[in-house]
């Protein structure tokens, strides 16, 4: 619809709708809904709108503006991938992150909402500005009997994210989860914690010091091989009752000084 249109600034929708609106979701940037359209700087998405389909604003060099409405549920793969924007804020309503949506972006902070209940492979992939990131508080009472799923390599290559903490409604920390975050320094454990899962090398590469796993809900934590491998800072590490198994967790850690059971 709006495909070249190399001179295109500033894109505003009437908010007088009644149907909801989705940004139809393309299969390859270059035939994206937005392609070209470089010197687009801002967009204001109206009501209703409920979904941001694939490649919708992939690698538009100038965006660096965009405001959602309360109505988004779904944010596609590859859909904000390249855009220099360096904050924006996700609405509440929103449930579905997909693979890749803000990789190579210029995003130096993120909140991540409640209801937020899937999130794809790569989603924040080598956004190297990104210093925060936060999942906003999970309780038992909101959302806690909501699993939210998170994609492998979710955090790869952000290498000035500093800390994160991990939301009540995880289950299972993917595969390099934080691979190469060489700043990041601090990972911590929201309370009622229901982890039961933390997969290969989730934490590989990653510039973390210390560590202490969570009395969890599940009925085991499973701790998987090479989590720790080439964390160059990481001295020491507290178990929780609920690990079982060290078996191969510490390959490749020459660092580690102390393993408090």
Do not use: W
Not at 92 to 120: D, Q
Not at 132 to 160: I, K, P, Q, Y
Request: glycine share 6%.
């Amino acid at each position: 619809a709006l495909y070249g249109c190399k001179s295109l600034k500033t894109v505003n929708f009437a908010n007088e709708r009644t149907a909801n609106l989705t940004l139809t979701a393309a299969s390859a940037g270059t035939s994206a809904i937005f392609y070209g359209c470089h010197a687009l700087e801002s967009i204001t998405l109206p009501e209703k709108t409920t979904t941001v389909g694939a490649y919708a604003f992939y690698g538009l060099s100038n965006l660096s503006e965009v405001s959602f409405p309360n109505t988004l549920t779904t944010i596609g793969n590859y859909a904000f991938s390249y855009a220099p924007m360096t904050g924006i804020t996700l609405p509440a309503s929103i449930t579905t992150i997909n693979t890749y949506a803000f990789a190579y972006s210029g995003l130096t902070s993120i909140v991540i909402p409640t209801k937020v209940k899937t999130m794809g492979t790569f989603v924040f992939y080598k956004c190297t500005a990104l210093e925060t990131a936060t999942f906003e508080a999970c309780t038992v009472s909101t959302n806690r009997a909501t699993t939210l799923t998170l994609g492998a390599d979710m955090f790869s290559g952000c290498t000035a994210l500093k800390a994160l903490e991990i939301p009540c409604n995880v289950s299972t920390i993917p595969s390099r989860f934080v691979d190469n975050c060489r700043s990041l320094r601090t990972i911590t454990f929201s309370a009622n914690s229901k982890l039961g899962t933390v997969n290969e090398n989730a934490f590989k590469s990653s510039g973390i010091t210390s560590i202490e796993f969570p009395e969890t809900s599940a009925s085991k934590l499973t701790l998987n091989k090479n989590l720790f491998y080439n964390c160059q800072y990481l001295t020491k590490v507290k178990l929780s009752t609920d690990v079982q198994s060290v078996a191969g967790v510490f390959d490749g850690c020459n660092s580690i000084e102390t393993v408090e059971v």
